[in-house]
């Protein structure tokens, strides 16, 4: 499977994203999805996931502003993200086939290329 994100740019704070994830050579709809981000310098961490019935679960400091939704007649995956911050600013990743509540990368053995986030103050 591979996966790609797509739909990062520069936006100023307080602004809105969103970015999209699909896959080639497989269906994701049988997969758990999920979003990390690593900003420079730093560990990815875990953004928030999706499970294939469509239950979602987020880190808490982006709860309330960010949104992960999947259109699986699409075969995508969706991180709509509002009243983004100046940390906000990583390249996001999706990732594919880990547990709805792992947050380690490690737990998630799919991986698509990343997409630069940029919010300026």
């Known amino acids: 499977v591979q996966l790609q994100a797509s739909g990062g740019g520069l936006v100023q704070a307080g602004g809105s994203l969103r970015l999209s994830c699909g896959a080639s050579?497989?269906?994701?709809?049988?997969?758990?999805c999920g979003w990390f981000r690593q900003a420079a310098g730093q560990e990815r961490e875990f953004v928030g996931s999706?499970?294939?019935?469509?239950?979602?679960y987020y880190q808490d400091s982006v709860k309330g502003r960010f949104t992960i939704s999947r259109d699986n007649a699409e075969n995508m995956v969706y991180l709509q993200m509002n009243s983004l911050k100046p940390e906000d600013t990583a390249l996001y990743y999706c990732?594919?086939?880990?547990?709805?509540?792992?947050?380690?990368?490690?737990?998630?053995?799919?991986w698509g290329r990343g997409t630069l986030v940029t919010v300026s103050s």
């Open positions: 999706i499970g294939s019935g469509g239950s979602t």
């Open positions: 050579g497989r269906t994701l709809s049988i997969y758990n």
């Open positions: 990732a594919a086939g880990g547990g709805l509540y792992d947050r380690n990368p490690s737990g998630w053995p799919l």
